[in-house]
């Protein structure tokens, strides 16, 4: 996670990320470092190709000159994906419906910032983001017959054997 303890705290690293001047161990320094940070995946120019040009409705002209730049220099251009986050999964309700299976819920919070740079030649060329600063989903299973929900499977599967 880089150490970031919240959204704000990741997009105000990120906000310091200028193109044209910061460089791969200013990123480091930032917490976007690829071999110490958390959640941070190198990509090739491959990857950004297909990442930049998913189909042929968005063509060369459309991309910003930057990433053109970096994605015309092949191999010296790379990218860094980061997906920090910090999400809470909590089973809330009634425990004793949870324990035996009837109705189970679930709470998610937290948050998560996602973080796409360019790099040519280890200097940051571009750099976008996007992500959710305040996650808060509720997840809620039902299960009528509690523990013998997940019998009937098994008994239509024993019967299939014995034929």
Known sequence: MAGWRSFDEAKAAFDRIEPNATGAEDLAA?????????????????????????????????????????????????????????????????????????????????????????????????KTWSGSPRIREHERKDNPLGPLQDLGGFAADRAQAQL
């Open 30 to 126: 930032l917490g976007f470092d690829p071999v110490e940070g958390d959640n941070i995946r190198m990509l090739n120019y491959l990857e950004l190709q297909q990442r930049f040009l998913p189909n042929p409705s968005i063509q060369w002209a459309d991309l910003d000159p930057n990433v053109r730049a970096c994605l015309q220099s092949h191999a010296r251009c790379r990218g860094l994906e980061a997906r920090p986050q910090l999400v809470r999964r909590d089973r809330v309700g009634n425990a004793a419906l949870d324990i035996f299976n009837f109705r189970r819920e679930i709470e998610e919070t937290g948050w998560q910032f996602d973080a796409l740079i360019l790099l040519q030649d280890d200097r940051v060329l571009y």
